[in-house]
Structure formats: C-alpha cells, structure tokens
C-alpha cells in the first residue's frame, strides 16, 4: 500500500515546471470561483448587490447576513434563523455515520475474512443497491415509516439514510479488508480469538484510512441530503438543507441574496470543514481501499 | 440455506418492533399541524397572525414549511406523509389537487362549522367548486388572486404619452412605443407557469370567456385545435418578440424589479406582484398602474390559495375545527390579504384597509362573480388538473421559446391535452 | 443464539459425558453444550451478523424495485393504485417528446460529463504528483465541490452563468464589451451550463482517485523504465496509465451513477429550462410522479432508468467479483 517511495522518478525543466503550476493554479480558480461568488456577495448590503459587480469586492463589509442567516431570518411562520435546524441536522448526521460505517465495517469483514457460499452474489447485491435513484423509494419508504411508527421522527431519518448508505459503506470496507492478511486472522483463530474479539482487536486498529473515507463519504452524503429530508422530517425534525430551500426559495417578496448566501455558507461549513482538515487522510484512504480494482 | 433465512426473518421481525416500541409517541392534544410553502419574507409573517390567533385560542401551532417551486415540493412531501399514514392537520394547496384528495378520501368534513359560520353565502361559486366535494366543505380559502394583471411604470407611460390600453391593438402600438423609446417593452421571467399565465390572458382576449372555458376547463379538442388557439399563439410569439435577451428563467419578482426601476414598461403577472411594488416604497396609480390585461376587461382569472382540512382524529377535529374558522374570519382574511397582496375569498369583507388596486381588485372579483365571468386559470391549476395543466406548460414554454411555430404548437396542444387526460 | 444450537449438527455431544455424579454430570453438559454453542456460533455468526444489512437491502432496495415495477405497469396516478394496465404506461412515455429529450441529453451530458471529468482529474492528478510544493493547499480546493449539495451552490453558479449579472457582466464591467457568454439562456447550449457545474462539482473527486492510484505505483518500475530511456509521455502511455486501469473502472461507474441520476442540479441551475431543453430522466421521473400525478408513468421511466444503470454496473460487478479470487 504504502510502498512507493514519494519522489517520482520524472525529469521535468523549469519551463515545464512554470506551465505545471500555472495549469494547476487555473484549475484552482475554477473550483474555488463559486464559494468566492458566495463569500464577497454574503458580506455586501443589499443594495450594493443589485447594483454591483458580483466579482467586487465588498466597499461596505457587513457582517448582517450572516447574523440573519443564523438566527433572525424568516423561516416559515417564525424567524428563528438556521440554527435550530443546524442542531436538527447533527442530530440526525451523527448516528446515522456511525452506525452506516460500524455495519459497513463488520459487513466487509465478513465478506472478506469469513467468506461463505454466495458472499459475492450478497456483496454484488449491497453494490448495487448505491445505483438507484432515490425518487423511486419515497413512496414505499414512506409506508413503511408509518408502519414502524418512524415516520416525521429523527429515528426514521438514520434508519433510511443508514439503509441507502450500506452499499458504499460495504463497498469501502470490504476493498479494505481484502488487502488485509489473512494469515493473521488464522492465526489469531488458532490462538482462541473469536468473531468480535478478531474484528475490534485486529481489524479495526487497522482501519483508519478507510474509516475516515467512510466518515467523510457518508457525512457529506446525508448532510446534504435534501429529498429524504424534505420527504420524511417532520415540524421538528426537519434538516438544515430543509430549512435553506425554505430560507431561499420564497414565492414571493424581496430576496435577499446576501442572506441566502450566507445561509448557504452556514449550511457547507460542516462538509467543507471535513474536507479541509482530513482531505490528506482521504485520499491515502482511496488509494488504501476504495479505488482498488 | 432454509434455516438461515427463517433466522434473518425472526431476526428482522424483532428490529421492527423493537424500533416500533421505541418510538410510539403519540401527538399532541389540541394542536395543529400546517404544511405551508409560504417560508419566507412577508407571507410567512403574515399567516404569523394566524398562528397568534390560534395560540390565543389555546391551539399550538406545529409549522411545517416546504418550499420549493410553487409547493410543488410540499405537495411531494404531503403524499409521503398521508402514504406513512401521518397526514398534517392543514395543507395549503391549490385547485384541483384539492379534488384529487377529497377523491382519495383524506380530507376531513367542515359542513358543521361552514353550515354556522354561513360560508355558503360568502364564498364565490368558483371557489366553492374547489373547497367543496360532493356538498362537503373541506378547505377554507385563504385568498383570491386574479391572474389577469398588467403592472405599468407610470413613468415611462407619462413619458411616452401612452394611455392605458384597452384592447390587443393598443397593447401592441403601446409595446412598440416603449421598445422604440430604449426600454425593454415587457419584463417577463421565461418559466413555464409565467409563460403559462400570459397564455391564460391571450387566450381569454383572442377568445374570450366562453372559449377560454372551452378550451382549458372543458378541454374540448375543437376548441384546442381552432383558429382562435393559433391566433393565440400567434400573438404569444409577438409578445415574446418584447422581451429582452435576457428572459429565460428569470424569476418574477426580478422580472417586477425591472418595472420598478424604470427599465421596463410592464409585466403581465398576477397580484402577488403588487407586493413588490409596495415594498419599493411605489404608490398605486402614482409609481406604477394596474389594469387588466387589454381584452379581458369585466373577466377575472384566479387562483386561491386554500387550506385542505385532512381527517384527523377526534381529539385533532376540534382544533382543526378552529383554525378553519379562524382563516374565515373577516378579520384576517382582511389583515392576511392586505399584506398578500390578493383579494379576501369572501365577498363580504370591507376594502377599508386595501389600497387602490386591492380596491378595484375586490370590486371587480364581485362584480365578476355576479355576472359569471369569474374562472380559474389554466395557469396555475384552476381550470384543468395538474396532469392536464403541465401539458399545456409544454406546448407553450417550447413554442414560446421557438421549438416550433404556431400552427405546430396547435397540434401539440391537442395531443398534449389528451395525452395527460 | 439458541436457534443456532438446535440446529446443531451433533446433537450427541448433549449425553456425551459419562455416569457421574450428577451435578458434576450437569456441569459438564452445560459446559459442553457451551462450547458447542460456540462452535455453531462462530460458523454462523459472520452470517448472522451481516443479514441485518442483507434483509434491509433486500427490502428497501429490491422490495421497492418491484414495487416500482408494478406501479409502471399499473394505473396509478395520484397515489399508488393496483390497477393493472398492462404497457400502457411505456406505450405512453415513448410516446412524449419530452421523454426523448431527456434521453438525448442524458446521452450528451453523459458523455461529455464521463469524459471530461476523467481528463480533468487524470491530468491534475498526474502535475499533482510531480511533487509540487503547495500539493496540501490545492488538493483540498480541488476537492471541496464535492462536499457542497447544489442546493447551497446552486445559486452561486446561477449567477455566474447568467448574463444580466455573471460572467458576461462583469467582463463588460471590466471593459470587454464584446464578451458574450449566454449558454444558461440558449436552448442549444443550456446542456453544456449543466455538465460544466457537474464536471466542477466531481473532477476534483475523480482526481483524488488518480491521486491515489498514482501513488499506489511502485516507483522502481519507472525509474526502470526510465533507464531503459523511456520519455516521460510513453512513461505515462506505457506503464503508467494502464497501471491506472482500477482507478478508471472505479472513477467511470461512481461518474456513470452520477450522472443517470444526477437532479438537482438541473432543478438548481436551470430547472429544466429553458423550455425543456435540459430536462434530464431523473427530473422527468420526479415531475411524473410527484407534480403531474401521472405516478404510473414515473414509475415506468424510473423502470427504464434502472435498466440502464443496471446495463452498466452489473458487467462491472461481474469482472469486479469473478477476477478476483481471495
């Protein structure tokens, strides 16, 4: 995994070097040109906006959005802002990572190291399952939360993202593992270890690259989430993407783009702050599990 | 093989009703739970009103906001929610799905509070063709907007010495004067509804009401395939030769902007726009002109925003019960409609606290209900269900947009209309 | 875990201790049985513990499949209905030209998004590992997009589209009043607006997976290849790209998902204007089922849609789980 040594053997001249770092510095504009758009607009006034240029720079910095964004704004009948539903939202996000990714965990586990007849046919089975479209479930879904009397609650919510979130889960894991020596596992059977006690004392020390993809993967996925959100929440339960769509879409009256933006900034700072701080770890995850053929 | 499944089944079959165990909370006793898609800005402190007025009652009110194209996205979450068998107490909701849930037989019975409260007398026959099934009241209207308005810059109509047309003619000489003055004639958004809702007013002024009701509430093919329909779009392609490059998807409210800050002479839209001119400090008749869309004088075309009433259990009805009463009120259907920017759904409210559109807009919904020119708009889902209606979205979004020409649009009304039937 | 030692194949080891003292003889049964219990469990325990997962897939993902199934061929318009109607549905659906405009620009986005992105992430992943100083800085810019939902970038990108205030504006606010840039409001161009978010939005994602493909490379092959005298491009051409096969075949199936079912995007960026231009078959399946009260004919397009994923997924599955024997 980790075997290649971190100079590339490429020989390259100052000239190429020049146009390698211009090229990439283009594509570094390109991505980060939407969240500029977004930043410098969130701090303008209103007024400044219809006007302006929507690449300037603030001349008024204005921090006002932002405090609206969070807890003054209009959201439905009362202005409470984002925040509740921010809280709303990790409520949610929180067990339905960890108990995707624990069920991911174990389902690798036993589809690498503790094989059976028909292991693939269940593991190609779980695959397919991160292939269709959601749109199709929300129907069905919906009558079965009603049966488990899940429906409009925050177990409901876990419960439909942990489902549609264990093909990729086991997807990870099982990749993971599958590098993982199995003559350690024999030896640790020899030695008396069961089940749980080789999965918690052997395997998942082991696993942090791919935990952390997994995390960074499911986080995102249901914190962005908006149709199951928006389909199975209830007055109290519904999630931050939920409460954006409300704060941007009115049907009518004044919008109030600088607010939006903010929100809309509020709303990705959780994600983006995952990015940011464990970006180095993903990538060594990928190339660790998830990108192998 | 037949061990193991008969062990993941009991296995399931424990997890179901464990989680079910572990969440059977029952609602709340005298509350009400409201799916709206009126989440922001002005509207949404408006239906605040109702809420405090519940709340002085000693009804909670549980909000539960969707917003999303026009409720397209709440009516979603509403068949999620009636599938879970957890249907709110109230949903805002227009025209015929109304009638498609009563058919469906989810929404609860408001004879004994309207039969007290006299809404029979009040409410427009044309409103009451969607708040009632079968004799049975199961919505309170909220409001009526009228679809059929064009909203002027005074300024520019002074400047231009242009008079308030009155028929296609006058419109079509006026829009040349303001073209040729440098201003973009007609502020329009390119979206499907907003397409859609000129198309409501050209036909009813190519037509008029006995055709419009033909073509869009009978849906007879004769009348969709007529001369008069391809006159119709003849004329949707002249209007959208005065729009500017500039048009497609533009939202309405920028589309409203435009009129107000003098850079276009008019938009054709419903109500509903008046609040933006109100919000950018524009007098009625002073800043900005209101009329009906030349050739449909004497006709409205409306949507209303009504509040279906879903069946809910014993201890829900008598909540339920007071919010539809509530939303009848004369009080608020005044205070909401004021900020709304729409016209009360009952005829007997005072104009005292309207301003000078509102007032011409009440006195011409009456005077149209009297004489029977009152019909919903194809538009916004009054005159043919939602299947019918998006068909229609089609044919006229793509021609507008130059897919293809009128006599092609024609055909494709037609076979459009009965696909969805 | 008692079901799993009743079924036990040895039922004898229950009476295998001999006459003894009877609580002794009690202990040891009890102790034996244990330890069977044990065995028995640890044979069926990695099964146990996956059916959870298994029985939860099977319900919610092929349970409703069938569902789905049966909706497309039923009478349901509002609400779900069992009406049987028989093909009527699909009869329908090929018959709107909607549905083949969504058809021709799946084709088109799909292609171009596919392809684009590959090139994009292949071609930054490969400068990336030229051991470039500030490599920690851009790869996180590169990735971010794909941590944002369109609900929140959608907007943004919207408006730097738009003409009256994006791009084009500000080019012309800044003197060069010839630009024009108005793709979002051509219906020949609006297409191409969606695949240049969609490609913003997950090139940094199929980068990272180059990335580490690239770095899974052992390096002494290159540098022997390079004494052999190989140029840096047949490096590349030779050894390296078809060394990336894993990573293409990884990147290509999340990209090929992506794009049958990518939604709101389009809803964000153009809602499907102008027109229908950019209707896509996931919005068309959303708008039948959910907004024209047509569920029936949704369900029917959602029954081709998962056609065509599983025309592409199930050969990637079948070569996935077949070459490799653990």
Same mark, same amino acid.
């Given at each position: 995994m980790s075997a290649a040594s971190k100079d590339t053997a490429l020989r390259t001249g100052v000239i190429a070097r020049a146009l390698i770092y211009s090229i990439l510095l283009v594509f570094a504009v390109f991505y980060l040109l939407p969240l500029f758009v977004m930043l410098v607009n969130s701090l303008k006034t209103l007024d400044e906006i219809r006007q302006g240029n929507m690449l300037a720079f603030p001349e008024v910095f204005t921090f006002e959005p932002w405090i609206q964004a969070w807890g003054e704004a209009q959201i439905g009948v009362e202005p409470t802002g984002l925040k509740p539903y921010f809280i709303n939202s990790l409520v949610m996000v929180v067990p339905a990572v960890i108990i995707s990714t624990l069920l991911g965990a174990i389902n690798g586990y036993v589809l690498t190291k503790w094989q059976f007849r028909g292991h693939r046919v269940v593991f190609g089975l779980m695959l397919f399952s991160c292939f269709i479209p959601f749109q199709i479930v929300l129907i069905p879904m919906a009558r079965i939360l009603g049966i488990l009397d899940l429906a409009g609650t925050t177990s409901g919510l876990v419960l439909v993202h942990v489902v549609y979130g264990l093909g990729f889960t086991t997807l990870f894991f099982r990749n993971y593992y599958d590098a993982f020596p199995t003559e350690l596992i024999r030896a640790a059977t020899i030695d008396g270890a069961g089940f749980f006690r080789i999965f918690r004392r052997i395997l998942l020390p082991s696993s942090g690259p791919i935990i952390v993809v997994t995390v960074i993967w499911q986080f995102t996925n249901v914190w962005n989430d908006f149709l199951f959100g928006a389909s199975f929440a209830d007055f109290d339960s519904q999630p931050m993407t939920v409460a954006l769509n409300n704060l941007v879409s009115s049907s009518t009256g004044v919008k109030e783009y600088n607010v939006h933006f903010a929100g809309a900034i509020l709303a990705a700072l959780p994600t983006l702050i995952v990015y940011v701080v464990s970006g180095r770890y993903f990538v060594r995850g990928l190339m660790a599990g998830a990108v192998k053929g | 093989m037949k061990r193991t499944l008969s062990k993941l089944a009991c296995g399931a079959a424990a997890c179901a009703i464990m989680a079910g165990a572990a969440n059977a909370v029952s609602a709340a006793d005298s509350s009400v739970e409201v799916l709206h898609w009126w989440t922001s800005g002005g509207e949404a402190s408006a239906l605040n009103v109702l809420k405090e007025d519940l709340e002085s009652n000693g009804v909670a009110w549980k909000d539960m906001p969707v917003a999303g194209g026009g409720g397209e996205q709440a009516m979603t979450v509403l068949r999620a929610r009636v599938t879970a068998g957890n249907a709110p107490t109230a949903v805002q909701m227009l025209g015929f799905d109304i009638q498609d849930w009563a058919a469906e037989g989810a929404l609860a019975d408001l004879n004994s509070v309207a039969a007290k409260e006299g809404w029979d007398e009040v409410v427009p026959a044309a409103l009451q063709r969607f708040a009632k099934h079968e004799g049975k009241w199961i919505s309170a209207p909220v409001n009526v907007h009228s679809t059929n308005w064009v909203w002027a810059n005074k300024k520019i109509f002074d400047e231009l010495g242009i008079a308030q047309p009155s028929s296609w003619d006058d419109l079509v000489a006026a829009l040349d004067k303001i073209k040729a003055a440098g201003y973009t004639a007609v502020a329009h958004g390119g979206q499907p509804w907003q397409d859609a809702t000129i198309f409501d007013a050209v036909v009813m002024s190519v037509g008029g009401p006995d055709f419009y009701k033909k073509a869009f509430v009978d849906l007879d093919p004769a009348a969709l395939g007529s001369d008069q329909m391809k006159e119709a779009f003849d004329r949707m392609a002249t209007l959208r030769s005065y729009v500017d490059d500039n048009f497609s998807g533009r939202d309405w409210n920028l589309a409203s902007a435009m009129v107000i800050e003098g850079k276009a002479g008019v938009q054709f839209m419903g109500d509903w726009a008046k609040g933006e001119f109100l919000k950018a400090n524009q007098k009625p008749e002073e800043d900005f002109l209101c009329f009906r869309f030349p050739g449909t004088q004497g006709t409205v075309t409306f949507n209303s925003d009504q509040f279906a009433m879903f069946s809910v259990d014993e201890e829900g009805q008598a909540a339920q019960v007071k919010l539809a009463s509530s939303i009848m009120a004369p009080s608020f259907q005044s205070a909401f409609n004021v900020v709304k920017g729409s016209v009360p %759904?009952?005829?007997?409210?005072?104009? %005292?606290?309207?301003d000078a559109c509102g007032k011409k807009g009440m006195k011409e919904l009456a005077e149209a209900n009297a004489s029977g020119k009152l019909f919903g708009s194809m538009a916004h889902g009054h005159a043919a269900p939602a299947s019918v209606k998006n068909g229609i979205y089609d044919v006229v979004t793509a021609h507008f947009n130059g897919e293809f020409d009128s006599a092609t649009a024609v055909e494709e009304l037609v076979s459009a209309v009965e696909v969805a039937q | 875990m008692l079901i799993a030692t009743l079924f036990s194949s040895d039922p004898l080891s229950f009476v295998s201790g001999k006459a003894k003292p009877l609580c002794q003889w009690r202990l040891k049964l009890l102790f034996e049985n244990a330890v069977t219990m044990i065995e028995r469990l640890q044979t069926y325990l990695p099964r146990l513990v996956l059916s959870p997962s298994f029985v939860l897939i099977l319900l919610f993902v092929y349970g409703f499949i069938a569902f789905t199934g049966y909706l497309s061929v039923s009478d349901s318009r509002m609400l779900p209905s069992l009406g049987f109607v028989g093909l009527e549905n699909y009869e329908k659906l090929f018959s709107l030209r909607h549905w083949s405009i969504a058809l021709k620009n799946l084709a088109i986005f799909g292609i171009l998004y596919i392809v684009i992105c590959t090139v994009i992430g292949l071609g930054l992943a490969i400068l990336l590992d030229m051991k470039i100083r500030g490599e920690g800085v851009l790869r996180p810019i590169y990735l971010y997009p794909m941590a944002l939902s369109f609900i929140v970038t959608g907007t943004a990108w919207k408006w730097f589209l738009d003409p009256g205030i994006g791009l084009e504006n500000v080019m012309h606010l800044w003197g060069w009043e010839s630009f024009s840039f108005n793709w979002i409001k051509s219906r020949e161009m609006a297409i191409y607006t969606v695949v240049l978010a969609a490609v913003w939005q997950s090139s940094g994602f199929v980068m990272a997976m180059f990335l580490a493909g690239l770095r899974g490379i052992d390096n002494e092959i290159l540098k022997a290849a390079q004494i052999d005298g190989a140029s840096n491009w047949q490096l590349y051409r030779r050894i390296v790209i078809p060394m990336l096969r894993p990573a293409f075949l990884s990147a290509f199936v999340v990209l090929a998902h992506l794009a049958i079912k990518a939604y709101d995007l389009v809803i964000a960026l153009t809602n499907g204007g102008p027109g229908r231009a950019t209707e896509l078959p996931a919005t068309f399946m959303y708008s039948y089922s959910f907004t024209r009260n047509q569920m029936g004919i949704g369900a029917s397009s959602a029954v081709i849609m998962l056609m065509m994923i599983a025309s592409i997924i199930i050969p990637y599955l079948y070569s996935e789980l077949r070459e490799k024997k653990t």
């Open positions: - | %759904a009952r005829t007997d409210v005072s104009d %005292a606290d309207f | -």
